[in-house]
Nanobody, 126 residues
């Protein structure tokens, strides 16, 4: 299994900034896309931003110009820099990654994976 561990959430005032991090581990061969999603109570999880292995990025319209996604391929880590935060950005933020992993350490064969992190709370006070 591939594990994703998020960090960096918290409480911030409107207009402030936060940086989320998500590190992937677990017999990883390669990672294709990595992304951030968010969810509020009673609503579906929605895409915030994604980044491919070739560093092509996509953003939800609601965060364009305020959020920046980046990744460190050597560290299997994805980041989300969030500026000019608004109260409507309050949500649990989840990291996602897909790619290929070994069945076990030293395995020659590999299989695909699609994993989610446990989520990190971001609260923006107005």
């Amino acid at each position: 299994q591939v594990q994703l561990v998020e960090s960096g959430g918290g409480l911030v005032q409107a207009g402030g900034s936060l940086r989320l991090s998500c590190a992937a581990s677990g017999n990883i061969v390669s990672i294709n896309a990595m992304g951030w999603y968010r969810q509020t109570p009673g609503n579906q999880r929605e895409l915030v931003a994604t980044i491919t292995g070739e560093l092509v990025t996509t953003y939800a319209d609601s965060v364009k110009g305020r959020f920046t996604i980046s990744r460190d391929n050597a560290e299997n880590t994805v980041y989300l820099r969030m500026n000019s935060l608004k109260s409507e950005d309050t949500a649990v933020y989840y990291c996602h990654a897909n790619g290929r992993r070994k069945y076990f350490p030293g395995s020659i064969s590999s299989t695909s994976f699609s994993s989610w992190g446990q989520g990190t709370q971001v609260t923006v006070s107005s």
